[in-house]
């Protein structure tokens, strides 16, 4: 996780990444075991999978798109340079002398 982040939200990424995981465990869990008749628990494996996944899929969304354009890279750097560039610093309600 970047170290720019607040510390609330790594945690929160943490912990969703942690339930998405152990989501899959189970999912690949049912599959191997007998407790359940094979329609039932292949049905429950593949739905606890496909919630693990699902969870999952945002969260790389977000650590690639904060690796692509965070504020140490080179794209992060220009947009920043160009916001800077682009606003006065005061709001249109402020008036400067």
């Known amino acids: 996780m ?36 094979k329609n039932a628990r292949q049905t429950v494996a593949l739905s606890a999978i496909a919630a693990g996944l699902a969870a999952t899929v945002p969260l790389l969304i977000d650590l690639v798109s904060e690796q692509v354009t965070g504020p140490n890279t080179d794209r992060g750097l220009r ?9 006065s610093g005061f709001s249109d309600e402020v008036e400067v002398a």
Do not use: H, M, W, Y
Request: glycine share 6%.
């Open 79 to 87: 947009n920043r340079l160009r916001s800077i560039r682009e606003d």
């Open 2 to 37: 970047p170290s720019n982040l607040p510390k609330a939200c790594c945690t929160a990424s943490s912990s969703l990444f942690a339930i998405a995981n152990a989501a899959i465990g189970c999912g690949l869990g049912l599959i191997v075991s007998d407790k359940l008749n």
